[in-house]
């Protein structure tokens, strides 16, 4: 069994009001829970009410695999959930190595010649116009 913990919506409409919760991955967002973590009222003008969470329960979930969904890890992230390594954890991934982005190819070099052919075509229209510019201030200045 997948365990999530993510935020199941509470409140009413246009006042939006979140129970963070552990659920399985395969219940519905507004579905059965194992456990309730805490609460987070996003709309609340008191910054200290917004979110109450049992931190102690949030690690212990973690430290047994439960995977938390973006918002509630940022959340957890804001409230001190996250110990060093919890948090390394969750946020290094290993980079991909990909080698064929570095080979030189037919159609690669053919690709960046006409790139720079544009660019080449696009810097002499501006320097065109530049000039013309230029021109038509010296010709309206001379006839003042």
């Not at 931190?55 to 439960?66: C, D, F, P, S």
């Not at 229209?125 to 309206?140: G, L, M, N």
Request: proline letters at 4%.
């Amino acid at each position: 069994m997948a365990v999530v913990i993510r935020m199941k919506r509470t409140g009413r409409r246009n006042r939006p009001c979140y129970r963070i919760s552990v659920a399985d991955s395969r219940s519905p967002r507004d579905g059965r829970v194992l456990e309730t973590l805490g609460l987070y009222d996003p709309v609340s003008p008191d910054q200290e009410k917004q979110v109450t969470l049992n931190v102690e329960k949030a690690q212990a979930w973690l430290r047994n695999g439960a995977k938390p969904s973006e918002t509630v890890h940022s959340i957890f992230k804001r409230q001190g959930v996250y110990v060093d390594d919890l948090d390394r954890q969750k946020t290094t991934s290993k980079v991909r190595k990909r080698p064929g982005r570095s080979k030189v190819t037919a159609a690669s070099t053919s690709r960046n010649a006409a790139k720079t052919m544009r660019a080449d075509r696009k810097a002499a229209r501006q320097s065109e116009r530049i000039a013309a510019k230029r021109a038509a201030a010296k010709a309206a200045a001379a006839a003042e």
